[in-house]
């Protein structure tokens, strides 16, 4: 099924089916990635914990296009934190 180009009729028709379908809690704490927040300290201190990316998002009043990236990278996010979706 890899490179299948699905028609927009066929799109349309996967998503109603899929948006009928209520998450358990288990489910939606399985998809959610948390993401832990280091200070720049040595060594790094745990500065939050967060339960989502998109909760990450909220309090740095960012997106969620940078924070991933900032997750998925070793690079230092506002100069200050350490973004990382495992614990160090």
């Keep these: 099924m890899y490179g299948k180009i699905h028609k927009e009729e066929s ?6 089916i899929k948006k009928g379908i ?3 809690e288990t489910h939606k ?4 990635k948390k993401v832990y927040v280091y200070s ?3 060594p790094p201190v745990l500065a939050f914990e967060f ?3 998109t909760e ?13 990236r900032y997750v998925n990278s070793e690079k230092l996010y506002q100069n200050k934190w350490i973004l990382s979706s495992k614990p160090l």
């Design 11 to 16: 799109k349309t028709i996967m998503s109603d």
């Design 40 to 42: 720049n300290d040595n």
């Design 51 to 53: 339960n989502s990316q």
């Design 29 to 32: 704490a399985n998809i959610s």
């Design 22 to 24: 209520p998450l358990s």
């Design 56 to 68: 990450t998002v909220a309090y740095f009043n960012s997106n969620n296009a940078t924070i991933s």
